[in-house]
């Protein structure tokens, strides 16, 4: 029944959040019309006067942007959770949620008025609407938290738990029940295998009976939900108590003390019906590599199209100044390892890499890496291609392709991988990329093992906000040459 009236009030969450869209939608109207008149703007595109009739002129005008800016918006934070588990969700982070999934659906409807040239679109009002959105989604938040944690105080809609276990894994987590007692949790009591705790009080719960109790306790108290707090070697015990709540319906979890992974984060998953323990390093969301991937192939086939001059330009000058093929190809590691061939544009004389071991003891930085400031192995065209980075346009065609991405740690050759050390090879975890924080922060002036770190950095604390400031930061770089040699 709690699970019936969870589920509703995330529907009735979701209806909400549909009004408080077009809400936002509505007072747009009027702050952008206001905002024109006031600062002699112009007129607003469909827009008429500061009245229902003018608000319904333009909503007919604009029908297509409700139509897909509300499911986006609402589909977006449900994929990122924002609805699951909402007592126990800090605000902050439910307003993290509410601003990010808001600039990726702002986004895709920028992207559809640029892309179907609609010119009478204002931007300024698509941006006051995605303003206001978020400040009309926040406020509804925020009622519905107060509306909650008033209801909770007055004993409604609570949900009573039953916590096995006693130890101190299961101490703090009645500790952190007991710390937010908004979230509408309440432990009826606590049960443990040892005869001798019967009875007893740990953090003022009582415990009220063993494992082998727990069907006479369902049949004697109201119980929504058995969490099991246990250390491993009780999985044989709980077994049985868990095929019992399930025969009955009733909500369980379980958490066991199986391993304390130092980078990985946990998660269940089902593979054909078989439940799975997943510890996984990378901060990745399914979402979030497929827009990731969609981004990739926009503005690598876009830039492809408007860089085709300069590349026309730059195999005139290599070809002129140097003989030999325009394109140097070079087989990189990607993802896990997988082996691709890279393009760039050749920036140094014919079979440089035959004397590349003359010139080892002059390699510059530590590590399988190889970096020499003066080269004598580039050419001059080559060397003013590296300084703006003009010899690493070509993999725009490997992002295209999907073998690299615009955002990621730099895809190294076989050969250094081999000399990796087992922390350095979790670089190969995520697709590599044309620019990360390395490229951003000196490139050159970065030893080895610092460079590793950085790119360990960004998988760590990957989001597409960070992919988006690594590519204005990037712009600068290329644009000044900072750190390249």
Same mark, same amino acid.
């Given at each position: 029944?709690?699970?019936?009236?969870?589920?509703?009030?995330v529907?009735?969450?979701?209806?909400?959040?549909?009004?408080?869209?077009?809400?936002?939608?509505?007072?747009?109207? !009027?702050?952008?019309?206001?905002?024109?008149?006031?600062?002699?703007?112009?007129?607003?595109?469909?827009?008429?006067?500061?009245?229902?009739?003018?608000?319904? !002129?333009?909503?007919?005008?604009?029908?297509?942007?409700?139509?897909?800016?509300?499911?986006?918006?609402?589909?977006?934070?449900?994929?990122? #959770?924002?609805?699951?588990?909402?007592?126990?969700?800090?605000?902050?982070?439910?307003?993290?949620?509410?601003?990010?999934?808001?600039?990726?659906?702002v986004?895709f409807?920028?992207?559809?008025?640029?892309?179907l040239?609609m010119?009478?679109?204002?931007?300024?009002?698509?941006?006051?609407?995605?303003?206001?959105?978020?400040?009309?989604?926040g406020?509804?938040?925020?009622?519905?938290?107060?509306?909650?944690?008033?209801?909770?105080?007055?004993g409604?809609?609570?949900?009573?738990?039953?916590?096995?276990?006693?130890?101190?894994?299961?101490?703090?987590?009645?500790?952190?029940?007991?710390?937010?007692?908004?979230?509408?949790?309440?432990?009826?009591?606590?049960?443990?295998?040892?005869?001798?705790?019967l009875?007893?009080?740990?953090?003022?719960?009582?415990?009220?009976?063993?494992?082998?109790?727990?069907?006479?306790l369902?049949?004697?108290?109201?119980?929504?939900?058995?969490?099991?707090?246990?250390?491993?070697?009780?999985?044989?015990?709980?077994?049985?108590?868990?095929?019992?709540?399930?025969?009955?319906?009733?909500?369980?979890?379980?958490?066991?003390?199986?391993?304390?992974?130092?980078?990985?984060?946990?998660?269940?998953?089902?593979?054909?019906?078989t439940?799975?323990?997943?510890?996984?390093?990378?901060?990745?969301?399914?979402?979030?590599?497929?827009?990731?991937?969609?981004?990739?192939?926009?503005?690598?086939?876009t830039?492809?199209?408007?860089?085709?001059?300069?590349?026309?330009?730059? #195999?005139?000058a290599?070809?002129?100044?140097?003989?030999?093929?325009?394109?140097?190809?070079?087989?990189?590691?990607?993802?896990?390892?997988?082996?691709?061939?890279?393009?760039?544009?050749?920036?140094?004389?014919?079979?440089?890499?035959?004397?590349?071991?003359?010139?080892q003891?002059?390699?510059?930085?530590?590590?399988?890496?190889?970096k020499?400031?003066?080269?004598?192995?580039?050419?001059?065209?080559?060397?003013?291609?590296?300084?703006?980075?003009?010899?690493?346009?070509?993999?725009?065609?490997?992002?295209?392709?999907?073998?690299?991405?615009?955002? #990621?740690p730099?895809?190294p050759?076989?050969?250094?991988?081999e000399?990796?050390?087992?922390?350095?090879?979790?670089?190969?975890?995520?697709?590599?990329?044309?620019t990360?924080?390395?490229?951003?922060?000196g490139?050159?002036?970065i030893?080895?093992?610092?460079?590793?770190?950085?790119?360990?950095?960004?998988?760590?604390?990957f989001?597409l906000?960070?992919d988006?400031?690594?590519?204005?930061?990037t712009?600068?770089?290329?644009?000044?040459?900072?750190?390249?040699?």
């Amino acid at each position: 029944m709690v699970r019936e009236k969870e589920l509703f009030l995330v529907r009735l969450m979701q209806v909400t959040d549909v009004v408080m869209i077009i809400i936002a939608f509505v007072s747009a109207y !009027f702050v952008t019309l206001l905002l024109k008149i006031f600062f002699d703007l112009g007129p607003l595109a469909f827009a008429t006067t500061l009245s229902l009739d003018g608000v319904i !002129f333009f909503l007919q005008n604009h029908l297509w942007l409700v139509l897909i800016t509300v499911p986006t918006w609402v589909g977006l934070m449900t994929l990122d #959770g924002l609805y699951k588990e909402i007592r126990t969700k800090l605000f902050l982070e439910v307003m993290w949620k509410v601003i990010r999934t808001g600039l990726v659906a702002v986004l895709f409807l920028g992207s559809g008025v640029f892309l179907l040239k609609m010119t009478l679109t204002s931007r300024l009002y698509v941006g006051i609407f995605a303003i206001n959105a978020v400040i009309c989604l926040g406020l509804t938040k925020y009622i519905w938290r107060k509306f909650l944690d008033y209801s909770f105080r007055q004993g409604y809609n609570l949900v009573n738990m039953l916590i096995v276990g006693t130890g101190k894994r299961a101490q703090d987590f009645i500790q952190v029940v007991q710390a937010h007692s908004n979230w509408g949790l309440k432990i009826i009591g606590l049960v443990d295998d040892d005869p001798k705790l019967l009875g007893k009080s740990i953090r003022n719960y009582p415990v009220i009976g063993r494992i082998r109790d727990i069907p006479r306790l369902l049949r004697e108290n109201i119980i929504d939900r058995i969490i099991f707090v246990v250390p491993r070697m009780w999985l044989n015990r709980i077994e049985e108590a868990i095929h019992h709540c399930e025969r009955e319906g009733v909500y369980v979890a379980v958490s066991v003390d199986l391993y304390h992974p130092k980078l990985a984060h946990l998660r269940l998953t089902d593979f054909a019906g078989t439940p799975l323990i997943v510890f996984q390093t990378s901060q990745a969301k399914e979402w979030q590599v497929f827009f990731k991937r969609l981004v990739d192939i926009f503005i690598s086939f876009t830039a492809i199209l408007i860089l085709l001059p300069v590349f026309i330009l730059t #195999g005139l000058a290599i070809r002129l100044t140097s003989p030999g093929p325009v394109f140097f190809r070079q087989t990189r590691c990607g993802l896990n390892g997988r082996k691709f061939v890279l393009l760039k544009f050749r920036s140094m004389v014919q079979g440089a890499d035959m004397r590349k071991r003359e010139l080892q003891r002059q390699n510059e930085m530590d590590g399988p890496v190889f970096k020499m400031k003066r080269d004598p192995r580039i050419t001059p065209v080559g060397r003013f291609m590296r300084k703006f980075s003009i010899d690493e346009l070509p993999q725009l065609f490997n992002v295209f392709r999907g073998d690299m991405s615009l955002v #990621g740690p730099r895809p190294p050759i076989p050969a250094e991988v081999e000399l990796y050390e087992s922390w350095q090879r979790r670089r190969l975890s995520m697709k590599p990329g044309l620019t990360c924080i390395w490229q951003v922060s000196g490139r050159n002036k970065i030893d080895f093992e610092r460079w590793m770190e950085m790119d360990l950095q960004y998988i760590d604390t990957f989001s597409l906000w960070l992919d988006f400031k690594l590519l204005v930061r990037t712009l600068f770089v290329v644009l000044t040459g900072y750190g390249a040699s």
